[in-house]
């Protein structure tokens, strides 16, 4: 999702395109993470990265979160900065000289989280998981449709919505406006 205007990009036919070219992808997802459904195995992303605070609802100092597709999980010649938490951890605490990645996604995690900061993640993604990404995108679709035909009722040509519309699903949760010059 583009940041900036809101637009929802078709990230399989992204990771595709890269795969066909021979292209690593790596996505930035602060403002997809629980804002748009994302299957991000299945489409064949490499790698991707976000936060928790905005739309996770974890609040200031959350931890962050990231994805490795599983076929990197054995790779060791990948680029890494080797923590304690992503040796593996059937010899971790034997404290081994050389670093040795632990299965899965896992290899990256460098530290412990801190706890405080899980606790407020821990209850959002047990609302997320009653709720469903289907039925809170269906109704951030409907509540910032809404929002979108007042603007455009009450302020005409004086504000422009940035957050494209043409396509069904580019449009995320929040609506980027901007306020014409003289209006």
């Known amino acids: 999702m583009q940041y900036r205007t809101g637009e929802v990009f078709p990230v399989g036919a992204v990771a595709a395109l890269a795969r066909r070219i021979g292209c690593p992808l ?3 997802l602060a403002h997809a993470i629980g804002n748009v459904p994302l ?3 299945d489409d064949g992303v490499d790698f991707a990265v976000w936060c928790s605070y905005k739309y996770l609802n974890a609040g200031p100092g959350a931890i962050a979160g990231a994805f490795v597709h599983e076929r990197h999980h054995g790779n060791e010649e990948l680029p890494r900065l080797a923590g304690w938490w992503g040796h593996r951890p059937d010899d971790r605490f034997a404290m081994p000289e050389d670093f040795r990645a632990a299965p899965g996604a896992e290899a990256w995690a460098l530290s412990n ?3 405080l900061a899980l ?3 821990r209850v959002s993604l047990a609302i997320f ?3 469903g990404i289907g039925a809170l995108r269906e109704k951030s679709l409907a509540l910032s449709g809404r929002l979108r035909e ?4 009450r302020f005409g040509e004086r504000i422009e919505v940035l957050t494209p519309c043409s396509r069904p699903n580019a449009a995320a949760r929040q609506l980027s406006l901007r306020v014409r010059a003289g209006a």
């Open 119 to 121: 606790a407020p993640l």
């Open 113 to 115: 989280p801190p706890i």
């Open 26 to 28: 790596g996505l930035d």
């Open 150 to 153: 007042e603007i455009v009722a």
């Open 129 to 131: 998981r009653e709720a």
């Open 39 to 41: 299957s991000l195995h």
